[in-house]
């Protein structure tokens, strides 16, 4: 947070809400710039907005205002749960400034920042708020499904629980929510009853295409068996080296370049750092030419998203072309390989998950400082090296998950270690 002048932060021991609710307002009244971690609450809610941003209008507090402000620290999109957020922090400033704010601010990850109008969707945020409080007088049942927002919310935990002893349907990787809603209704509510199915069966009942009913369908078997199911054979070539390759983007730009070559049983870990803006050119141009060093090779990245970015890192600095020929032309998306390839008993195929399954051992560290160890700040300045540590080795973390995903599933294939869909 060095980027931000007068930033005052409530001390409190983190349990007491009244507390920190009361404490918060203490700093309020002293009219700092910026409040980090400031705690709002009423009888009903709880607010833990990421920054209250003074203004200047009058208010209950002083010749000056709050409004709440969010970090996006992944996506540059205002989200409808983001919007949500900043409009409950709203209502719980009203009772402290005498009036409602009408902006929030949401600040991104390249460093830009955007203000967003809290007043034209607040008739449906009252919607939700009411909702709410119907469900808490048990006037409307709920059931909660499994969806891509779970991994940020602290209660996934609980949830995952009840859908495991439910063996819940909305386990299964594909399983959307529009999905969940069509198989619960045609009675295919937990994954077993799916796996007692048959593709075709569950294709006429639920009315989903074939392929996403057998998709489905092997993937609740897998869950049954607790053992992978290979779809199919795969070459993993033996004669040429293999590199695992994860380059840290953010907002168009990349700072880190962290490749594993593997060859022979030899492994050889390099990673080319950009110490500022101006040197991201020179670590671009040093992973190419060594990368150049091999005449073939297979470059694996977790998946294909960064294809675009990789074009505009060559655009804007060129470098060597064999190397650059190689990471285009060699390169392919190792999800996309594993999906291909074999069923695992899982909920989701993100990296982490997947590397635990084949036995990765994630290192126990404490997660880069945030909100921006990176992109570099605004003043120009890359952040401290002592803190880019953690940086480096989330890096080589992940390069080396990757590494243990492909061996493992030369290992599936070779050893014969999973069963045949």
């Known amino acids: 947070m060095t980027w931000l002048s007068d930033l005052r932060e409530p001390v409190w021991d983190g349990r007491n809400v009244e507390t920190g609710r009361h404490e918060t307002l203490k700093l309020m009244e002293k009219g700092p710039a910026w409040i980090y971690g400031g705690v709002l609450a009423d009888a ?5 907005p990421d920054l209250l941003k003074r203004v200047e209008r009058p208010s209950a507090v002083g010749p000056f205002s709050y409004v709440p402000a969010l970090l996006k620290q992944n996506s540059c999109r205002l989200e409808t749960a983001d919007l949500r957020a900043l409009q409950l922090q709203a209502l719980l400033l009203e009772p402290l400034l005498g009036h409602l704010p009408s902006e929030g601010w949401l600040y991104r990850p390249d460093g830009l920042s955007m ?6 969707t607040w008739p449906s945020f009252l919607t939700t708020l009411e909702d709410f409080r119907r469900i808490a007088r048990g006037e409307i049942l709920t059931e909660g499904y499994r969806c891509a927002g779970c991994r940020r919310c602290p209660w996934s935990g609980h949830c995952r ?3 495991t002893q439910l063996s819940h349907v909305c386990l299964l990787p594909g399983m959307d929510r529009t999905l969940q809603g069509l198989f619960r209704d045609a009675g295919y509510a937990s994954w077993p009853a799916i796996a007692d199915s048959s593709p075709e069966r569950i294709s006429q009942d639920v009315g989903v295409p074939l392929p996403a009913a057998r998709l489905l369908w092997l993937h609740a078997k897998a869950f049954r068996s607790r ?3 290979v779809i199919q054979s795969a070459p993993f070539p033996g004669n040429i080296p293999i590199h695992f390759y994860a380059p840290e983007f953010r907002g168009g ?4 370049h962290g490749d594993l070559r593997v060859m022979h049983g030899e492994v050889r870990t390099r990673q080319f750092l950009a110490p500022t803006p101006g040197q991201e050119g020179a670590a671009w141009r040093a992973f190419l030419d060594d990368l150049a060093r091999d005449e073939r090779a297979l470059v694996f990245t977790w998946t294909n998203r960064i294809a675009k970015p990789l074009e505009s890192l060559w655009k804007r600095h060129g470098g060597n072309r064999q190397g650059w020929r190689l990471l285009t032309r060699g390169r392919r998306s190792l999800h996309r390989f594993l999906r291909e390839q074999v069923i695992l008993p899982l909920s989701t195929y993100g990296l982490r998950d997947v590397a635990e399954f084949f036995s990765y051992k994630w290192p126990s560290r404490s997660d880069p400082p945030a909100p921006f160890l990176f992109p570099w700040e605004r003043d120009g300045g890359f952040p401290e090296i002592a803190s880019s ?3 480096l080795d989330a890096n080589r973390d992940r390069i080396g998950a990757m590494k243990s995903v492909y061996f493992g599933l030369q290992m599936l294939q070779d050893l014969g270690g999973a069963e045949s869909a």
Do not use: H, M, Q, T
């Open 44 to 48: 009903e809610f709880v607010g833990r």
């Open 161 to 163: 629980k009840v859908w």
């Open 115 to 120: 203000e967003v109008d809290l007043k034209e």
């Open 253 to 256: 730009r990349c700072a880190l």
């Open 389 to 391: 540590r953690a940086f």
């Open 227 to 229: 053992r992978p199911l």
